[in-house]
């Protein structure tokens, strides 16, 4: 039994969790997958390992039924039926401290090379607002036709066909992006600031392997480098710095958990000067060293 066959018996295992289609992708992550959450019998998150993550995918989560309690980047959000959310790769998660009851949701993985084969046409609005406000409101009506996306896409994934899959995903962040899907006092109406910080986020999500430099990202806005740092620190509750850093720290974790590239050519891959710049930089924020993780990660 290989690796993804491995982890979809344990998942499948969980009680309450059913991986119901995918494609695999070139490491353990599926580029796309479906899935969903019915908590009548068990609590899927009490398996989720560390309590803090980096998610390696872009996760969008549909409510249908109950409730979840979520902390996002150090802030708590409460996501209840007919809500959404989604978690990006450069986003820290946090395990769910409580369900309530009963939750009902619905799942949409993708990974990050999925996500650059939709950026050409991709409704930038979206994801501008996504990066500030994760979890938005949407009508019942909505959520079912959600659903029905995700049914069809389910069909897709079973035949293998990514071509269409990527046409149906396109297809239905756009829906999502339609006015109603959001509250009069959210999408639509995105502050200035906002806007500069999801577009700094997307930026890191695209160069972060190669530039490392806040004043890149800031010449690239137009901007200057104080300013794009102000906005986002008062915007994201976090320093741009710690931004760029986090979402390198993300691909560093991934890249050691689930390919067997050597850690010089990791260094290399996320643009440090040598391995040795790398370990320092990894083992500041993890507390080991990148050797360590990968051994103490081991699938």
């Excluded at 050519?265 to 391995?275: C, M, P, T, Y």
Aim: hydrophobic fraction near 40%; glycine fraction near 4%; charge should be neutral.
């Amino acid at each position: 039994m290989n690796t993804q066959e491995v982890e979809n018996t344990i998942l499948t295992d969980y009680s309450g969790f059913k991986r119901m289609s995918f494609i695999s992708g070139d490491t353990s992550v599926d580029d796309i997958s479906v899935m969903e959450i019915n908590t009548t019998h068990g609590l899927f998150f009490n398996y989720i390992k560390p309590d803090h993550y980096f998610t390696p995918t872009y996760c969008l989560q549909f409510v249908v039924k109950g409730q979840l309690n979520i902390t996002v980047n150090h802030r708590d959000y409460v996501v209840k039926a007919n809500e959404a959310f989604l978690i990006t790769p450069d986003f820290l998660a946090e395990k769910p401290k409580e369900v309530n009851n009963y939750v009902q949701m619905h799942v949409l993985s993708l990974s990050r090379k999925f996500m650059q084969e939709l950026n050409p046409q991709f409704p930038l609005p979206l994801i501008s607002y996504i990066y500030v406000h994760p979890t938005w409101k949407m009508t019942e009506h909505k959520t079912q036709r959600v659903l029905h996306y995700l049914d069809l896409l389910r069909d897709v994934l079973d035949d293998k066909d990514r071509t269409a899959a990527i046409h149906l995903v396109r297809s239905l962040f756009y829906y999502l992006a339609g006015k109603e899907s959001f509250t009069q006092q959210a999408f639509g109406s995105v502050s200035r600031s906002e806007d500069i910080a999801g577009r700094f986020m997307l930026l890191v999500d695209e160069h972060c392997e190669q530039q490392h430099s806040l004043d890149w990202y800031a010449d690239k806005l137009n901007l200057t480098t104080r300013y794009v740092a102000n906005t986002v620190k008062q915007t994201l509750g976090m320093t741009a710095s710690a931004c760029i850093e986090q979402a390198l720290m993300q691909r560093a974790r991934t890249m050691l958990y689930t390919t067997s590239m050597t850690i010089q050519e990791i260094a290399d891959k996320l643009g440090f000067q040598n391995q040795s710049h790398f370990g320092t930089f990894f083992k500041r924020h993890a507390g080991v060293s990148p050797a360590t993780f990968r051994k103490n990660n081991a699938i």
